[in-house]
């Protein structure tokens, strides 16, 4: 069966510090992979996407960058955090030709 | 690009009542549309969705009705329960198009015992 990794759990982080959020995916092959970001008490906010190795799609110009080095690994980084970065960071995978998409358990990143 | 609008943002019924959640998309070439359940503190989770060359999907307690003239899908659920309280999105996709999901802005459904 498919399984989905996020970690850390939870993070807090000073302001201007690096960011790495890192996904992983078990039991399937050539997933698309998305990065979501979930402000408190809001809706999600698509980041990233990606339908392959190296193929990164931007929803939302900001500090964040993805990069997937590996078919079923994603990952989230930031160079300099700023305050508004906090929120709970959502990873996704999907078969490649569409449908469900499965979320990972989170990471909820508060940067002070 | 799609947009998704649902409402309402908050929603209180109680027990054994149905809950009815509405969503609006804007992109006629959208086809597949599902909705998701977030609990508290986790990621969502998809309870039913529905595609365009349907009218209408049920699940048990719950039930997917689309509009495709009037570019709106609603969730239906019925003889809610204290577990049915979560936060549900709506979301619409043009499956052959850029494996791009447009999420609504969800809504809060408390059921009150």
């Known amino acids: 069966s498919q399984t989905i990794h996020q970690w850390p759990a939870t993070l807090v982080q000073p302001v201007g510090s690096p960011l790495s959020l890192e996904c992983t995916v078990e039991?399937?092959?050539?997933?698309?992979l998305y990065w979501y970001r979930q402000a408190a008490g809001r809706g999600l906010q698509l980041l990233f996407y990606?339908?392959?190795?190296?193929?990164i799609s931007s929803e939302v110009p900001q500090n964040l960058s993805a990069s997937r080095p590996q078919d079923r690994q994603f990952i989230l980084s930031s160079k300099k955090l700023l305050l508004s970065d906090s929120g709970f960071y959502l990873c996704?995978?999907?078969?490649?030709?569409?449908?469900?998409?499965?979320f990972g358990p989170g990471t909820r990143l508060t940067v002070l | 690009g799609e947009n998704v609008e649902q409402h309402p943002s908050t929603l209180s019924v109680q027990e054994g009542d149905s809950a009815v959640i509405k969503c609006t998309y804007s992109?006629?070439?959208?086809?597949?549309f599902p909705w998701y359940k977030q609990e508290l503190g986790k990621g969502p989770q998809l309870i039913i969705d529905i595609r365009s060359n349907v009218g209408e999907k049920k699940d048990q307690r719950i039930a997917v009705t689309l509009n495709k003239t009037a570019k709106h899908f609603s969730l239906h659920i019925t003889e809610t329960q204290p577990e049915d309280s979560a936060v549900y999105f709506c979301a619409a996709e043009n499956s052959g198009g850029y494996q791009k999901v447009t999420f609504g802005t969800g809504t809060k459904l408390q059921v009150i015992p």
């Open positions: 990606s339908v392959g190795i190296g193929q």
């Open positions: 039991g399937t092959s050539n997933p698309n």
């Open positions: 996704a995978w999907r078969d490649f030709d569409g449908g469900e998409q499965f």
């Open positions: 992109d006629s070439a959208s086809n597949y």
